[in-house]
């Protein structure tokens, strides 16, 4: 499992020199085993052993290759992404869109329960929710969210400006689909929370799914 893991490496080369360049930082054997474990870990992430760093990370998946528990892996990404590999919010949008538009939901009456793997965005989606006073659940696990529909709107229109919010609504209006059959006196969280569910029951087409996907993508501004 490992050398197969060692084969997705996309960028050999590029690993070898960022791996040399941290750990001579501090002069050669200057780096501790915890720091050195994290920083192998950020570097096989980063250039593609675990696959697609941002459209799919199985931490169960990681854990069974590298032999260690769920929880190390966690931890490991975690550090790895506040020392090697951090990102601003601007990417934190891009993949939180990028979760909407892949992950699996459960719906349970007015809330969505639904994955989030990657530690760093789920701080920034803390963030976002602490700032519209809202909560979410991970009681049961700490990689899956459960959240209100409002809360989540409130969050997506949190993420966007009065230009966004705009054309976000013009594009709602100007398209003929049947979960938005009267949008006039509907207010912003409302229909933001309407979009969020549809996209989220299971029922919308490929073409419909593509459609709300774009249309998140202009509201937060990173279409």
């Known amino acids: 499992m490992v050398h197969v893991m060692l084969d997705k490496i ?3 080369q590029g690993f070898t020199q960022e791996f040399l360049k941290h750990y001579l930082a501090n002069g050669f054997g ?13 570097l096989l ?30 931890n490991l990404l975690r550090d790895s992404q506040l020392r090697y590999l951090q990102y601003d919010e601007h990417e934190a ?11 699996r939901f459960e719906r349970t009456g007015s809330y969505i ?48 400006d009065q230009e966004t919010l705009e054309i976000f609504k013009t594009q709602i209006e100007d398209q003929d689909i049947l979960f938005i059959e009267e949008s006039d006196g509907i207010d912003d969280r ?3 929370q309407r979009v ?17 996907v774009l249309a998140i993508k202009l509201l937060i501004g990173i279409a």
């Not at 200057?30 to 950020?42: A, V, W, Y």
């Not at 949008?93 to 892949?102: A, C, G, H, I, N």
């Open 10 to 12: 996309q960028d050999l």
């Open 30 to 42: 200057g780096m501790q085993k915890r720091d050195l474990d994290t920083l192998i870990f950020g």
């Open 45 to 74: 992430y980063k250039h593609g052993a675990f696959g697609n760093p941002v459209e799919k990370f199985d931490i169960t998946e990681v854990s069974f290759q590298l032999g260690i528990s769920v929880t190390r892996v966690r």
């Open 93 to 103: 949008k891009r993949r939180f869109v990028d979760l909407l538009e892949s992950s």
């Open 113 to 160: 329960t639904f994955s989030v793997c990657d530690p760093l965005l789920q701080q920034y989606f803390m963030r976002w929710v602490n700032q519209v006073n809202g909560f979410y659940d991970t009681t049961f696990n700490p990689n899956l969210i459960k959240i209100s529909y409002e809360v989540l709107a409130d969050v997506c229109l949190l993420l966007a």
């Open 190 to 192: 409302s229909l933001v």
């Open 196 to 212: 969020l569910e549809s996209l989220t029951n299971g029922l919308a087409q490929d073409v419909v799914k593509d459609f709300i």
